[in-house]
Nanobody, 122 residues
């Protein structure tokens, strides 16, 4: 089992940067692929980025590709989402999630954090 806690959200101006962190607990962290999702008010939860077990494989939603970077540190049991060139439409609650496979579908993820709010002012 994995427990996930996100941090790093906040208010940023459009064009700015922010780094989200996700701290995981549990001895089996390395056996999970990790993903970031986001959900804006009135919208469905959407995939943002995913990273494989050893950090070699990554995949991004088209809307963030080239602006966001996902990474992980297995020794520290951490996952990061570096966000750059932020846009008002990036504003949402961002969730970290763990899955036994490398998926983009949110319903394939087994464990979720509580989320961290990202607000982007125009």
């Amino acid at each position: 089992q994995v427990q996930l806690v996100e941090s790093g959200g906040g208010l940023v101006q459009a064009g700015g940067s922010l780094r989200l962190s996700c701290a995981a607990s549990g001895r089996t962290f390395i056996t999970y692929a990790m993903g970031w999702f986001r959900q804006a008010p009135g919208k469905e939860r959407e995939f943002v980025a995913a990273i494989g077990w050893y950090g070699v494989n990554t995949y991004y939603a088209e809307s963030v590709n080239g602006r966001f970077t996902i990474s992980r540190d297995n020794a520290k049991k951490m996952v990061y989402l570096q966000m750059a060139s932020l846009k008002p439409e990036d504003a949402a609650v961002y969730y970290c999630a763990a899955s036994t496979r490398f998926y983009t579908d949110y319903d394939k993820y087994d464990y979720w954090g509580q989320g961290t709010q990202v607000t982007v002012s125009s």
